[in-house]
């Protein structure tokens, strides 16, 4: 994403945002200096309005360094709101942009169904753009999670940072079946041996069934799990300009220490929901996936102000 920046009333040739985090960095750009982009309308702002602009670009508007706590490992993140409170949240910032939100949800599930129509290739292209795409799609429900300017297209701006999106879609999913191999191969085997003879293509007895499936449910819970411990990664590379997707990771691991049950129970809310959305024949989705996306924008955005320093 390109910014426009203007230096004691000068305005400045357009930058991308690594560098304007840069400058920040740097107290070439101060907080009362204006910056603009394509997501603000016709009105510039200062720059001390951009979120993690000076604290998470390791600058403050004197140029002196954030606290060490800010990023340091040893730092523990409190979700304090409950989930009824970001939920009321999400709904509020959703009043008068539900056709915005609707329209994001329109475009990404077009691009979903598209691919999924194009046998073979679009398995591929699908696999290859995922995490570009999810990293859009997160930025936009952030955008509207902060009450900021957004549009549609923001949700291509993932491609952007199209390395980092891919390795962070492609790190996470390798990881979360490192989670589920040892519970999948104890299904496998159990299975292999419940037949009698194993060449003759017998079903399992009964009495294995009832083992197998609870086994299978079983080894689905790691997998689980760490879907919940990465689930902040793409907010937190939209967040952090220049971060390497091992590094987002980790982060949203640490992050969610502690805070992955309140996560889990925030999405059970919307169960009841979705039930209801089938009997629209699922146009209700349209509605509410913009509420599930944005309460869990709101999720993170609290969680991130949350840290605790130990």
Same mark, same amino acid.
């Given at each position: 994403m390109q910014w426009y920046y203007a230096v004691k009333g000068q305005q400045q040739d357009p930058i991308e945002q690594d560098e304007l985090f840069s400058l920040a960095?740097?107290?070439?750009?101060?907080?009362? /200096?204006l910056v603009w982009n394509s997501t603000l309308g016709n009105q510039w702002v200062?720059?001390?309005?951009?979120?993690?602009?000076?604290?998470?670009?390791g600058a403050t508007e004197s140029g002196a360094p954030p606290p060490v706590s800010e990023w340091s490992a040893q730092a523990q993140f409190k979700s304090v709101?409950?989930?009824? /409170?970001?939920?009321? /949240?999400?709904?509020?910032?959703?009043?008068?942009?539900?056709?915005?939100?609707?329209?994001?949800?329109?475009?990404y599930f077009l691009v979903a169904v598209v691919l999924a129509v194009i046998p073979y290739l679009g398995s591929v292209v699908s696999f290859i753009i995922t995490g570009p795409l999810m990293l859009g799609w997160n930025l936009f429900f952030l955008m509207l999670a902060r009450r900021q300017p957004g549009s549609v297209g923001m949700i291509f701006d993932g491609f952007k940072q199209f390395g980092t999106g891919f390795l962070a879609y492609l790190l996470m999913a390798?990881?979360?079946?490192?989670w589920a191999l040892p519970g999948i191969i104890v299904i496998i085997v159990m299975a292999v041996l419940s037949f009698k003879p194993i060449l003759g293509g017998t079903l399992p007895?009964?009495?294995?069934?009832?083992?197998?499936?609870?086994?299978?449910?079983?080894?689905?819970i790691p997998a689980m799990i760490a879907q919940f411990r990465y689930s902040m990664t793409y907010f937190v590379i939209n967040d952090t300009p220049g971060i390497g997707p091992m590094d987002a990771i980790q982060r949203s691991s640490q992050m969610m220490r502690g805070n992955k049950w309140k996560l889990f129970c925030l999405q059970c809310r919307f169960i009841g929901w979705s039930f209801l959305c089938l009997f629209t024949f699922g146009i209700g989705f349209l509605w509410l996936v913009p509420y599930?996306?944005?309460?869990?924008?709101?999720?993170?955005?609290?969680?991130?102000?949350?840290?605790? /320093?130990?």
């Open positions: 960095r740097s107290g070439k750009l101060t907080g009362n /200096d200062k720059a001390s309005t951009i979120p993690g602009l000076f604290t998470q670009a709101a409950s989930n009824r /409170d970001l939920m009321a /949240d999400a709904r509020a910032a959703l009043s008068g942009n539900w056709g915005l939100a609707i329209g994001g949800v329109l475009v390798l990881l979360i079946i490192a007895p009964a009495g294995m069934m009832m083992i197998l499936v609870p086994l299978m449910i079983l080894a689905m599930m996306m944005t309460s869990k924008a709101a999720f993170y955005e609290e969680l991130s102000k949350g840290h605790l /320093d130990v």
